[in-house]
């Protein structure tokens, strides 16, 4: 028999099951802004996934791993390029961020040297720096031409750790940054250190000018303790650039463990230390398909699936995380997240009890319906009767070890937990219609616009509302940013110029705005200063009124 959740908790408590401390959520503090979830796919060592599989791992409906970001390599050979493009087209397809590491430069641009025991070792002869930076543009030429616009890519897989590849020290890396970078065309990723080592990634933040040509600092947590997940450097002087978890699998992969419970509420907790302690914004799984995997060799979703699920689903990019209680009592983690309205909770219980559980979100008085779905021994994000908030406050019976998650809106009613439109944070531009279509009868159409602001930076959520009797097909929003603003990448639209009167156009999946309908777009920028909110929008030319 599963736990029951509950709204007043006191006649449905177990003899085994213990209270815990509320877990107080603040929607007005935010954190990082989220960029996605997901995994690696290679290939040439494992094998393609399938067109089935490619639906599982970045489809967002029930029964689905709703990964939002794709991980592919670099070949050191063109002729190698083309094996991953038919799963990134369709990850880019489905709204997925695609992102690439490389293993090994071409092999003539190589050079072997002697690095303590191994007389073989490899590096990149710094003759070689410029073709190398050309190699990457090549490739991301390549993907562009194909169909796939590739949102970063690295420097180096794992350059601290490269006995079966190409090493770099932490000087060759920030003089490759200085010289050469600011020649690729893509955002540039580095270190991508294999244990998070802070001496590979804190010379680059030190360097002002190998700093201004990174765009992500990349890190890897294979054997990283969660007491050296928190990065103040990168806090004090990478403002305006990511930090993102590009590869792990946790705990250690043996043979089948992918399915391994209780075992696999390691990773839930894993995940929620990642987002909470290290504040990465991405957390990036190694092999998508693999039997210690998400996804298991038959392309079922396995238990660390699960647990990964319960965040890519319902923390999409851009959303941004709010301050939580995050360990409200013993091996009890929770953490949340905002996009608009829309609040996120995720809750891993580890204990071998049940746990009761409130939810109090401060500043708000919401009420309404709550769902939430919930991984056990036996269900895997299975959805659950919905629940009922009041007040902005929440308890529920978090059943033995057990992941649930929680959607709501805090501004009362319900929310949409699986939204049909996935955001993308690298939208492949899409042909504006030959016509431009105007709404239909009524007024013009709604534009509510939100923002969040810290130091330099902000996000901005823009909701578009059909309000009238028609439907609207193929859209271009314009605005115009205030003075010192300028948008540094967005989702669920292609934005053109950076700064003053922009454009913003739609995707492929989001054209058609039926009547009554609402969109929702955004992006991130950065500001001198002024953070302003723009005064007046046209959709197709006709004004907009300003919820």
């Known amino acids: 028999m599963g736990a029951v959740p509950v709204a007043a908790v006191a006649t449905f408590m177990g003899a085994t099951e213990a209270s815990a401390a509320a877990a107080n959520i603040n929607p007005s503090a935010t954190r990082q802004t989220i960029r996605g979830f997901g995994a690696m796919a290679h290939a040439a060592w494992i094998g393609d996934l399938t067109a089935a599989q490619r639906d599982t791992a970045f489809g967002v409906g029930e029964g689905r791993l709703g990964f939002s970001m794709l991980r592919i390599p670099v070949g050191e050979n063109q002729s190698d390029w083309s094996r991953d493009l038919a799963t990134a087209k369709r990850a880019v397809e489905l709204g997925a961020t695609v992102f690439a590491s490389p293993w090994n430069p071409p092999a003539s641009m190589i050079e072997t040297f002697t690095r303590g025991s191994q007389t073989n070792a490899k590096r990149l002869r710094y003759s070689s720096y410029a073709a190398?930076?050309?190699?990457?543009?090549?490739?991301?030429?390549?993907?562009?031409?194909?169909?796939?616009?590739?949102?970063?890519?690295?420097?180096?897989?794992?350059?601290?750790?490269?006995?079966?590849?190409?090493?770099?020290?932490?000087?060759?890396?920030?003089?490759?940054?200085?010289?050469n970078a600011g020649s690729i065309s893509t955002r540039v990723m580095a270190p991508e250190s294999f244990q998070y080592v802070k001496s590979m990634s804190d010379p680059i933040l030190n360097d002002s000018a190998a700093l201004a040509n990174v765009d992500i600092i990349g890190a890897h947590l294979y054997g990283t303790s969660y007491s050296n997940f928190p990065y103040p450097l990168f806090k004090q002087k990478g403002a305006g650039k990511d930090l993102w978890m590009t590869e792990v699998y946790y705990p250690n992969s043996n043979a089948n463990s992918g399915d391994a419970w209780p075992e696999a509420l390691d990773v839930g907790e894993h995940i929620h230390h990642a987002m909470v302690d290290a504040e990465f914004q991405a957390y990036?799984?190694?092999?998508?398909?693999?039997?210690?995997?998400?996804?298991?060799?038959?392309?079922?979703?396995?238990?660390?699936?699960?647990?990964?699920?319960?965040?890519?689903r319902f923390v999409r990019p851009g959303y941004v995380r709010i301050d939580a209680t995050a360990n409200p009592t013993s091996n009890v983690f929770v953490s949340a997240y905002r996009n608009d309205n829309t609040v996120v909770i995720v809750a891993v219980n580890k204990n071998t009890s049940s746990v009761s559980q409130q939810f109090t979100l401060s500043n708000t008085n919401a009420s309404g319906s709550v769902s939430n779905w919930l991984t056990d021994g036996s269900r895997n994000v299975a959805p659950q009767s919905a629940l009922t908030m009041s007040n902005g406050s929440l308890t529920v019976t978090l059943p033995a070890r057990s992941v649930m998650t929680f959607v709501t809106s805090i501004s009362g009613g319900t929310s949409s937990p699986s939204p049909t439109v996935t955001p993308t944070a690298s939208p492949t531009p899409t042909?504006?219609?030959?016509?431009?279509?105007?709404?239909?009868?009524?007024?013009?159409?709604?534009?509510?616009?939100?923002?969040?602001?810290?130091?330099?930076?902000?996000?901005?959520?823009?909701?578009?509302?059909?309000?009238?009797?028609?439907?609207?097909?193929?859209?271009?929003?314009?605005?115009?940013l205030p003075s010192g603003q300028a948008i540094t990448s967005g989702w669920n639209a292609t934005y053109s110029p950076s700064s003053g009167q922009v454009s913003a156009r739609n995707v492929s999946y989001n054209g058609t705005i039926a009547p009554g309908a609402t969109v929702d777009i955004g992006f991130q920028g950065t500001h001198t200063g002024n953070t302003a909110e723009p005064t007046a929008f046209t959709l197709n030319g006709i004004p907009c009124t300003v919820a």
């Open 284 to 312: 990036v799984w190694w092999y998508l398909r693999r039997s210690y995997g998400p996804m298991r060799e038959d392309g079922q979703i396995s238990k660390r699936g699960a647990m990964m699920t319960h965040f890519a």
């Open 132 to 179: 190398y930076a050309q190699h990457l543009n090549d490739f991301t030429a390549y993907m562009r031409n194909n169909g796939v616009n590739l949102y970063s890519i690295s420097v180096q897989n794992e350059p601290d750790y490269a006995y079966d590849w190409t090493w770099w020290t932490s000087a060759e890396m920030v003089r490759f940054l200085r010289e």
């Open 431 to 480: 042909t504006s219609p030959t016509t431009s279509p105007t709404p239909g009868g009524g007024t013009g159409p709604r534009v509510a616009y939100t923002m969040n602001t810290w130091n330099s930076g902000f996000t901005s959520s823009i909701s578009i509302t059909n309000t009238g009797t028609s439907t609207i097909n193929g859209w271009t929003l314009v605005f115009t």
